[in-house]
């Protein structure tokens, strides 16, 4: 007999999400994906300025602020076709790669790690043990016999406090955990060590933009941060060279911690690639434009149809017709007015809510399609997008990262295995490395433009009488992401944000068929119903962010909710 699961909410994220899943024969037979708030973005923006729609537009989320606030700018810019200054590009991509390091490695330890790793097992590891085996999988400076002591007496000390903390919540001793007490205690420490790294090369979004979350520097036409070798005042070569600092300290993190702990765990899980797969048309764009145009990137970007990286189709530029013209929006399952689906430009956003029915409306996601089908994102789509666009070092970096869980597993694992719950985790790290060397190179490229005695930063816009219509996109840390904006004698007359979460997250199409969240979960097995932690494990790995598809505003100013921080 079909058994229903409901998770609401679903923990771990930003925003509300519930999913609800039907269970047979202890596996998944459907699933449904249902986003519990309103976002009114679009609402809000009409009548303003573009200029300052970016400033909005980045308060979707606390978490990916930057994404929201790139896409606005390029948007608009799009719409004018402005220009954008050397220097601009530059500044922007550090900050757009910086804050995807630091994303990726949250996301990792702290926001899906724990549904892998047993935290109260660790307890039970010896830590010389931990080290050993530490030492044996890198040369990691931190693996040491007193660090691993060190995490173990914190984690005892949690427990024997009464109040687990951060671990509070979680399925300990679950029969789905399968990783030693000594790897738990491993994946533990560096969990405890990632708060340090994370926070430093966040440095480098605060330094560049101002302050973070929320940075401050960008304008359409460029950014707000003046050069002057000669000013204190301004972006100086000694802050350039702090910066510096902060990217190569993060590498040796990145690259013997990161990369590795995910190896490992795909080696000790991996019956879990063939777990998660879902809708397997990949959907990623291009991003850290090297010239002024948009027309020149270091990291390729395209579309891959049902899995196929042979049939890969690039995306080229910031004006690309292939991408201009396939993205489009539903809303037959979706709490809004009408069952339509529309290109963003030409669509409208008209709350209705009519309550929760599976075979009806039930979410506040829209359904977007790319080509007429669903699309999956983020860094799966990414990774094979680069793979298959010719990115050396993302081939280099993937081949590393599949040739040690090989390693680990005793088995060949190759590329097929990333379309997956634990493969999105290795594209994740796989994404992360790709963005550190990046965004190393992206600061060479602007201290060599400075030393050529390039100081400009920004092009002023102007607005010409009537419409123009514009989008901009950015590979986010969560996937392809595009704002869209219709511009009418200087004012913004319609706006629509398409979104990582929109695309993963949305509730069946216009033609019924499932989004990625949905179409993923058939098939998971369900050890324990009570607790459906598999189902926790590939939802959390596409790192869902429901503020960004989702947005909830009382116009009365009631109270919503009260959060007590101890």
Sequence with gaps: MAQRIVIDPVTRIEGHLKIECEVNKGKVAKAWSSGTMWRGI?????????????????????????????????????????????????IRNMIIAAHGVFDHIVHFYHLSALDWVDIVSALKADAKATS??????????????????????????????????VYGSGYWGHPAMKLSPEVNLLAAAHYLQALEYQRSINKVVA??????????????????????????????????????????????????????DVAAVG???????????????????????????????????????????????????????????????????????????????????????????TEAKYSWVKSP?????????????????????GHEPTRQIAAKVLDTVSSLAGTKVGLEALHSTIGR?????????????????????????????????FNPPTFPKGEQRGFGFHEAPRGALSHWVV?????????????????????????????????????????????????LRTVHSFDPCLACAIHLVDKNNNEIVRVKVL
């Design 207 to 260: 330094i560049l933009g101002s302050k973070t979350p929320h940075i401050q520097n960008l304008a359409v036409g460029g950014v707000s941060n003046p050069i002057n070798p000669e000013s204190q005042s301004t972006l100086t070569l000694e802050r350039l060279f702090y910066v510096k600092s902060l990217i190569d300290e993060i590498g040796d993190f990145i690259h013997n911690v990161y990369l590795v």
């Design 42 to 90: 679009e609402l809000i923006l009409k009548g303003r300025d573009p200029r300052e729609a970016w400033i909005f537009t980045q308060r979707i989320c606390g978490v990916c602020t930057t994404v929201h606030a790139l896409a606005s700018v390029r948007a608009v810019e799009n719409a004018l076709g402005l220009e954008v200054p050397l220097n601009a590009q530059y």
């Design 425 to 457: 985790h290795a594209c994740r790290a796989i994404r992360c490395a790709v963005l550190h060397d990046g965004l190393a190179r992206q600061w060479q490229l602007l201290i060599d433009n400075i030393n050529r005695g390039d100081y400009h930063t």
């Design 487 to 535: 511009i009418e004698n200087g004012k913004i007359k319609n706006y629509q944000a398409v979104v990582p979460s929109t695309w993963n997250a949305g509730p069946r199409n216009n033609e019924d068929a499932p989004g990625p969240y949905e179409a993923s979960l058939v098939g998971t097995p369900i050890a324990d119903p009570k607790r459906p932690l598999e189902v």
């Design 267 to 357: 080696a000790f899980y991996a019956d879990w690639t063939q777990y998660g797969s879902g809708v397997t048309n990949y959907l990623s764009v291009p991003d850290l434009p090297l010239d002024t145009t948009g027309t020149v990137f270091a990291l390729p970007g395209g579309y891959i149809p049902n899995g196929d990286i042979k049939k890969y189709l690039p995306i080229k530029s910031f004006q690309d017709d292939f991408f201009k013209n396939g993205v489009k929006e539903g809303i037959k399952h979706s709490y809004y007015n009408g069952d339509w689906e529309k290109h963003p430009w030409d669509e409208e956003t008209d709350p209705q809510f009519t309550g929760y029915e």
């Design 132 to 165: 050993q085996l530490a030492q044996k999988l890198s040369s990691w400076k931190r693996n040491s016999f007193q660090d691993i002591k060190e995490a173990k007496e914190k984690l005892q000390g949690l427990v024997d406090s009464g109040q687990l903390g």
């Design 369 to 389: 399609t790319f080509e007429g089908q669903p699309a999956q994102v983020g860094p799966l789509a990414n990774v094979l997008c680069m793979y298959a666009g």
